[in-house]
């Protein structure tokens, strides 16, 4: 099942059937022989003899229930929320599920509207913003209940009446999207593809396979600029940092940093990171923000690291391999990286002064790794222990246990 747009050397045209197009094949391209290596297959084989009890993992409970694969997976709070192919969001009590009670008690359904499935979702402390493959941007209002279980109600679909009538009679405010159509630019014209928030959640950011960026307002969900033709084909990933820098990572292969200055009005290019043999599909920013990991279908994980001397600039440090499918998920929790595959593994990393280590490998799903989230464990005073929540085409959902010493 395919889920990520890749690049296709055919596909970087600029026509109007590029966005009628389905989503490309995210099968494995060849890895990237320029880029050296981080970590050492030998000398982690050889950690591990030496501290055979240094890493600790296990697969706490698998959570089913979802009818089709899952596609996306947010943390909030005490809940974990996972939306799939077939429409639909649930809700898991963490508390719960870290109890090792019965899963199901944690569970609350919203059967979605819409016409495709749920690609992403970002969670504010009240509010849920859900990405969607039928163009749509949806936003939900979260109420606590006693029983710790959550109720939703629909605040909006993005873009709102309100943004799309106010644009509709402004010649200036519609772009073309096919030779006998146009649209106004608040409109994605293609599956929404990642969400992000900034910092202080009053921006969300949204990117596409209609190679647009889209930045709303997350108080009245005003649509307060686009960034049109950002990349040369569909966009994948997403991030931004604190200090305002936004990552956007595409099937063009290419990764691409904007920022909006003091006093501007629309974000500009600030660099491009070209490295990847093949389409990016997923992005994450270490935990201080100095870091930026990049996941992609050559099977590896680029690490590029913010250059000192100039704003904005990042520089190519190397590669994490060990993955033998298309990289297609990453999160970072504290000083370690954890990233999904197509070959159905989900590998932890750390790294101390630029030496990665493979500190595990997780196996279990039957199916491709579709998305990951991880966090501290709340029972572990030491903040040892880490939590790694898991999406598979399988349609299963796994939580697991990774012990690890804090550096």
């Given amino acids: ?99 090792e009670l019965d ?10 509207s819409g016409k495709g499935a749920v690609k992403f979702i970002v969670a504010q402390s009240d509010k ?33 009446l309100t943004d799309r009538a106010s644009k509709i009679l402004i010649p200036k405010n ?36 209609d190679r647009t960026v889209k930045i709303w307002r997350t108080k009245d969900f005003t649509c307060l600029e686009s960034v049109s033709n950002a990349h040369d084909d569909a966009i994948n990933a997403v991030a931004v940092s604190r200090d305002g820098y936004l990552y956007t990572g595409s099937a063009d292969k290419r990764i691409k940093v904007w920022k909006k200055g003091e006093g501007e009005k629309k974000h500009s290019l600030v660099d491009t990171l070209e490295k990847h043999n093949s389409g990016v599909n997923a992005l994450a920013l270490s935990s201080d923000e100095g870091v930026l990991y990049s996941g992609a279908s050559d099977r590896s994980i680029l690490v590029w690291e913010k250059d000192e001397e100039e704003d904005g600039k990042m520089a190519l440090v190397g590669a994490l391999r060990g993955h033998t499918m298309s990289i297609l998920c990453l999160a970072v929790v504290r000083d370690l990286v954890c990233s999904g595959s197509a070959d159905r593994t989900i590998r932890i990393w750390r790294g101390v002064e630029k030496e990665y280590s493979c500190l595990a490998v997780l196996e279990g799903h039957r199916g491709a790794v579709k998305c990951i989230a991880a ?27 990774i012990v690890v010493p804090v550096s």
Wanted: proline letters at 3%; aromatic letters at 6%.
């Fill in 174 to 209: 519609h772009v073309q999207i096919r030779r006998h159509k146009k649209c106004t630019w608040v409109h994605h014209v293609d599956t929404v593809s990642a969400l992000a928030l900034s910092k202080d959640e009053t921006l969300l950011y949204s990117v596409s396979w």
């Fill in 103 to 112: 899963p199901e008690n944690s569970i609350s359904n919203i059967a979605l």
């Fill in 375 to 401: 966090a501290i464990d709340p029972c572990d005073s030491s903040e040892a222990s880490i939590l790694v929540y898991s999406g598979s085409l399988d349609c299963d959902i796994k939580m697991w246990q």
């Fill in 1 to 99: 099942m395919e889920h990520h747009r890749s690049y296709n050397a055919s596909s970087s045209s600029s026509s109007s059937h590029h966005l009628q197009t389905g989503p490309r094949s995210v099968s494995s391209q060849r890895s990237i022989a320029s880029v050296p290596s981080l970590n050492s297959q030998s000398r982690h084989q050889q950690e591990n003899k030496d501290h055979p009890s240094t890493t600790y993992h296990r697969c706490l409970t698998t959570l089913k229930g979802h009818t089709s694969y899952t596609s996306c997976l947010a943390l909030s709070g005490n809940f974990l929320y996972t939306g799939s192919s077939d429409r639909e969001i649930r809700s898991w009590n963490r508390t719960v599920l870290r109890s």
């Fill in 128 to 160: 849920l913003f859900s990405a969607h493959q039928d163009h749509k941007i949806r936003a939900w209002k979260i109420s606590n209940h006693e029983s710790d279980q959550q109720e939703y109600t629909h605040l909006a679909t993005l873009p709102t």
